[in-house]
């Protein structure tokens, strides 16, 4: 397979990392997970801008030049043969062992690109369950907002949501007011209105959740970001999920509690239409 390394191209094989890398050490690193689709990166420039945004307030800032551009990635899509394709650019803050003589470490930056697997079809026609996690998320927390490398918590809480046969765990804050899943952003549909937490909530600023906004305002429908607490959610008449991958993925129960009817509904299910449109218009695909 090939990966592109600090501005190379090389086998992954020939890929390292070395062992004073800070993101290795420390978790002290940023990603972001993409989607081709006819060997175009959804959105890349606006991946690529949340990742230096969070670089800038948690590492240190990286100029644009050092990270891959859209060429980049086709050559890497096609060196790998691969039209539809699940990318992770990954980048670190480099090494801790810094030499007085040669000034700070240029950062690690490492893409990668794998074939894409899609849910399945039935979470799209039948719809998903979701548990509650037992974590909370702090807005004193510096890392909330921000894609980074350090994601246990995450991980944990996405493996217990598993256990309970669930496919997503969503996350409230310590103020009990609904944030976000484990690796997506969440909205509510009630009255005719969709919602979902503002970024005040200290919530990723997801793509795909920009992406919706925007399709649901062209739509015509109405749209609030505000604060969402627990009778709300259970209340809603819909819930889905967002994510780069996922898209847009509707859930018919949070933990033991239907949502709706307990199946999808016609607000998710036009979301997800309209959203798969976009990116077959702006990836060029038929």
């Given at each position: 397979?090939?990966?592109?390394?600090n501005?190379?191209?090389v086998?992954?094989r020939?890929?390292?990392?070395g062992?004073?890398?800070?993101?290795?050490?420390?978790g002290?690193?940023?990603f972001?997970?993409?989607?081709?689709e006819?060997?175009r990166?959804f959105?890349l420039?606006?991946?690529?801008?949340r990742l230096r945004r969070?670089?800038e307030?948690?590492?240190?800032?990286?100029?644009?030049?050092?990270?891959?551009?859209?060429?980049?990635?086709w050559e890497?899509?096609?060196?790998?043969?691969?039209?539809?394709?699940?990318?992770?650019?990954?980048?670190?803050?480099?090494?801790?062992h810094?030499d007085?003589e040669?000034g700070e470490?240029?950062?690690?930056?490492l893409?990668?690109?794998?074939?894409l697997?899609?849910y399945p079809s039935e979470?799209?026609?039948?719809?998903?369950s979701?548990?509650?996690?037992?974590?909370?998320?702090?807005?004193?927390d510096?890392?909330?907002g921000h894609?980074?490398t350090?994601?246990?918590?995450?991980?944990?809480?996405l493996?217990?949501?598993?256990?309970a046969?669930?496919?997503e765990?969503l996350w409230?804050?310590?103020e009990n007011?609904?944030?976000?899943g484990?690796?997506?952003n969440?909205?509510i549909?009630?009255?005719?209105?969709v919602?979902?937490p503002?970024?005040?909530?200290?919530?990723?600023?997801?793509?795909?959740r920009?992406?919706?906004l925007?399709?649901?305002e062209?739509?015509?429908?109405?749209?609030?970001?505000?604060?969402?607490?627990?009778n709300d959610?259970?209340d809603a008449d819909?819930v889905?999920?967002?994510?780069?991958i996922m898209?847009?993925?509707?859930?018919?129960?949070v933990?033991?509690?239907t949502?709706g009817?307990g199946k999808?509904g016609p607000?998710?299910a036009?979301l997800?239409?309209?959203?798969r449109?976009l990116?077959?218009?702006e990836c060029?695909s038929?």
């Amino acid at each position: 397979m090939w990966v592109y390394h600090n501005g190379k191209f090389v086998q992954d094989r020939d890929a390292s990392v070395g062992v004073f890398d800070s993101g290795l050490l420390h978790g002290a690193g940023l990603f972001e997970t993409m989607r081709a689709e006819n060997s175009r990166v959804f959105r890349l420039e606006a991946h690529v801008e949340r990742l230096r945004r969070s670089s800038e307030m948690l590492l240190r800032p990286i100029d644009r030049e050092k990270l891959p551009e859209e060429g980049d990635c086709w050559e890497l899509l096609a060196r790998n043969n691969l039209k539809t394709a699940r990318l992770r650019l990954t980048v670190t803050a480099g090494s801790m062992h810094i030499d007085a003589e040669e000034g700070e470490p240029e950062p690690t930056v490492l893409l990668t690109a794998v074939e894409l697997t899609p849910y399945p079809s039935e979470y799209y026609g039948e719809g998903i369950s979701v548990t509650i996690s037992r974590f909370k998320q702090s807005a004193a927390d510096p890392l909330v907002g921000h894609k980074t490398t350090s994601r246990l918590s995450r991980l944990l809480a996405l493996r217990e949501a598993q256990q309970a046969r669930c496919v997503e765990a969503l996350w409230f804050t310590t103020e009990n007011l609904l944030a976000e899943g484990s690796i997506s952003n969440v909205f509510i549909v009630r009255n005719g209105i969709v919602a979902t937490p503002p970024l005040s909530t200290s919530i990723l600023p997801g793509i795909a959740r920009a992406a919706v906004l925007e399709i649901a305002e062209a739509s015509g429908l109405k749209i609030q970001q505000q604060a969402i607490n627990i009778n709300d959610l259970l209340d809603a008449d819909e819930v889905f999920l967002t994510n780069t991958i996922m898209q847009v993925m509707p859930v018919i129960a949070v933990e033991k509690r239907t949502i709706g009817d307990g199946k999808v509904g016609p607000t998710a299910a036009g979301l997800l239409n309209d959203y798969r449109d976009l990116v077959r218009k702006e990836c060029g695909s038929k």
